[in-house]
């Protein structure tokens, strides 16, 4: 059992877990991930490390309650515990030797980018972060990012913050006011990563984005987060999850990103369910 030690509501559809796990904690690194399940009943879900804390030996993961799983972790409390919490999963990044770095994430995909940005601006990188959300009340970690960049731009769909626009508007404008790139890095929703990567293929910037599929076991044994890249198929547990944006299909991961979707939306509003309630208060 895995104790959660914090839990902070960070919008009306996210949630923040501190979770004890010394063993995790001292060897994760940005890019990974681990694998949970709630009870002896439960699914197993991946969800990316978002930081970790040696010392303390605890393991910080930010959760968007979205489907039957994520509302039963939201229904635990601090004190609660998780019954399987396994990590450190998948190829931590690589991220050595770069001067000069955007790192964009999208809606809770800057859960993901945070440790990434974190750890280059430790090695002495120059980072720009660029996150994107709907409005402004689905925002999460700014100061938190603020504090691990040279720059943080924040864009909102709507724009209810006061600059509206995509990540990849940002993007585009911080290109060709001179900023030389030499990675950029896109975590967050499908159709987000591909417009990142279709915007750097023509300046041949390097460009880097994380794969958060479908997964079961997270040892390539199902094949369920299996994706191709580069014309070979790939699986996003032991190969990635981060892979190169201007090879991957995203066509194809978004075609099996809704495999599941009518199972879900069921399980989610089956009539013996009652893990909308604690949302619905």
Do not use: W
């Amino acid at each position: 059992m895995f104790k959660i030690v914090d839990k902070q509501v960070l919008n009306p559809t996210t949630i923040k877990m501190v979770i004890d796990a010394p063993l995790i904690a001292k060897k994760a690194a940005p890019g990974q991930f681990i694998i949970l399940r709630v009870d002896e009943k439960g699914e197993r879900i991946p969800l990316t490390i978002s930081d970790s804390d040696k010392e303390n030996g605890t393991v910080t993961i930010i959760i968007q309650i979205v489907g039957k799983t994520t509302m039963l972790l939201n229904n635990l409390e601090k004190g609660d515990s998780i019954l399987d919490f396994v990590g450190p999963l998948g190829k931590a990044s690589e991220l050595d030797g770069y001067k000069k770095v955007a790192v964009i994430g999208g809606g809770t995909g800057c859960a993901i980018a945070f440790p990434q940005a974190k750890a280059l601006h430790i090695a002495g990188a120059k980072v720009d972060m660029i996150a994107g959300f709907r409005n402004t009340d689905l925002i999460i970690l700014e100061q938190e990012m603020k504090d691990v960049c040279d720059k943080l731009t924040v864009m909102t769909d709507d724009g209810s913050n006061g600059n509206k626009g995509f990540v990849t508007n940002a993007l585009k404008e911080n290109i060709e006011n001179g900023a030389d790139y030499d990675l950029v890095i896109a975590i967050g929703p499908l159709p987000m990563m591909k417009a990142v990567a279709e915007l750097t293929r023509p300046y041949n910037i390097k460009t880097i984005i994380s794969m958060n599929t479908i997964m079961v076991d997270g040892t390539g044994m199902c094949g369920g987060c299996r994706l191709t890249v580069d014309g070979e198929t790939k699986f996003a547990c032991i190969d990635g999850p981060d892979f190169d944006g201007h090879l991957v299909d995203f066509d194809e991961a978004m075609r099996r990103s809704t495999t599941y979707k009518d199972i879900e939306y069921r399980e989610m509003h089956s009539d013996d369910c009652r893990l909308l309630n604690k949302i619905n208060k």
